[in-house]
């Protein structure tokens, strides 16, 4: 039986179709694009993109029209004969090689051109970052300055960043969309990926992501950038190359060598605080002033780049006593930080006895934007809830529980001798704020 063929029908749904198309193109705004070219790579790519979306819309064009004009002219009519026959066409079979391979060398030279470019060792005077992935959150060293942070990264506009990607455990991949450049994290083996923030860029932030599945919280390990000026990313270097100043000891005249780390009472011998005086430089009388804590403004991000700020809901799986938010002692804090498992997987700079390098650094946590891999703001609501029991806040997290009374979700046991009360937790939150 013979279809009847209704042009009408089809033009409507490939109208309709058309239609739908171009709704879902207007959908919103994407701040994770990465047609963005705000950086060298980015901008080689894109370009490159341009390019074979250009060949490959006409080599898409060409074929379909060759397709229907085929298809209409040749269809099966009532009462028609046999075709004719045609067994080969020499020139037909040599155009149809020729046009493919001519198109090609259209995409081979741009492509080559651009894997050549962006796999290039970088300039030397690059500005050096290296990189380290951890289930499941990023560690950040800037070995040319003395700098470990973690989640958070800055770059200075129009300096080229040479990153240096390793991991300590399981394949990671490291990408921040708005710069282009996803490159993997491979054991055993270090990779590189360079870029330049282009010159004028003005001071931005974006999400930067783990692109290879690594485990159950593998869509919870993020960070976040922030593109800055010169002058800005010398101001935040300032500041990060300062060891932990706890700002309830003030700054007092110094006549002889520079003093030790203080012990407060309790602890052992292990210090959590280094005073204003162990920081102080051996010719001079008194202790310099801490140079002024400079992040990417709060106020820049909520007003510019709210898409940056996490929005992740807090577990229902375990309580907190809000009314003692914001009352914690920062004192009790830290001798009480002292005295933790804390201090065997954290380090905070200037506390000779307390450098582990399991987790995050902690050492300017307070100025921080966000906590636990870039899932939630840093604010006292959600590091209290963090510290009461992070597994339970992000799964898989190696961090233990630490809240008195919780059933940890992977040892399944409750935790009560060593435990923290939801006060102590408190006074610990209030520690750790402060050192900014």
Not at 405 to 415: I, N, Q, R, Y
Request: glycine share 8%; proline share 8%; with cysteine.
């Amino acid at each position: 039986m013979v279809g009847t063929f209704r042009p009408r029908r089809m033009a409507s749904v490939a109208l309709l179709g058309a239609l739908a198309f171009g709704l879902a193109a207007c959908g919103g705004e994407y701040p994770n694009s990465t047609f963005n070219p705000n950086s060298d790579f980015n901008t080689a790519i894109d370009a490159l993109w341009d390019k074979l979306l250009f060949w490959g819309t006409l080599v898409f064009i060409g074929v379909e029209a060759a397709l229907v004009y085929t298809i209409f002219k040749f269809r099966r009519r009532p009462g028609g004969g046999v075709p004719k026959q045609v067994h080969g066409n020499t020139a037909l079979e040599i155009t149809w090689t020729a046009i493919p391979a001519v198109i090609l060398i259209f995409i081979a030279i741009p492509t080559v051109t651009t894997i050549f470019k962006t796999q290039a060792k970088a300039a030397p005077e690059a500005l050096q970052v290296e990189v380290i992935g951890h289930q499941w959150w990023w560690e950040f060293r800037y070995p040319q300055y003395g700098i470990t942070t973690a989640n958070e990264l800055y770059l200075p506009s129009g300096r080229t960043v040479n990153f240096q990607l390793k991991t300590v455990d399981v394949l990671h991949s490291f990408w921040i969309p708005q710069m282009g450049g996803k490159r993997d994290l491979i054991s055993n083996r270090t990779n590189y990926l360079w870029f330049t923030p282009n010159k004028d860029l003005p001071s931005s932030a974006w999400n930067g992501f783990c692109a290879e599945f690594c485990g159950p919280s593998h869509a919870n390990m993020r960070f976040r950038v922030f593109n800055v000026t010169d002058g800005e990313f010398g101001q935040w270097v300032a500041h990060q190359k300062q060891p932990a100043i706890f700002p309830a000891v003030a700054l007092a005249p110094v006549t002889a060598a520079p003093a030790v780390p203080t012990v407060p009472s309790g602890t052992g011998s292990t210090p959590v605080l280094q005073t204003a005086a162990a920081v102080a430089s051996a010719d001079t009388t008194t202790a310099p002033a801490p140079v002024p804590v400079w992040v990417f403004p709060k106020e820049k991000i909520e007003k510019e780049f709210a898409y940056t700020i996490p929005k992740t809901p807090i577990t229902t799986l375990i309580s907190f006593d809000e009314s003692l938010m914001g009352k914690g002692d920062a004192e009790r804090g830290r001798q009480l930080y002292g005295r933790s498992s804390c201090i065997g997987c954290h380090a905070i700079g200037g506390t000779p006895f307390n450098m582990a390098g399991v987790g995050p650094n902690l050492t300017h946590v307070g100025s921080r934007h966000t906590i636990a891999g870039g899932l939630y703001p840093n604010d006292t609501k959600h590091l209290s809830y963090w510290i009461k029991s992070a597994p339970h806040m992000k799964p898989g997290s190696i961090m233990p529980s630490l809240g008195k009374g919780v059933t940890d979700p992977k040892t399944k046991m409750v935790v009560n001798v060593g435990g923290l009360t939801d006060a102590e937790v408190a006074d610990i939150v209030a520690y750790l704020q402060a050192l900014k």
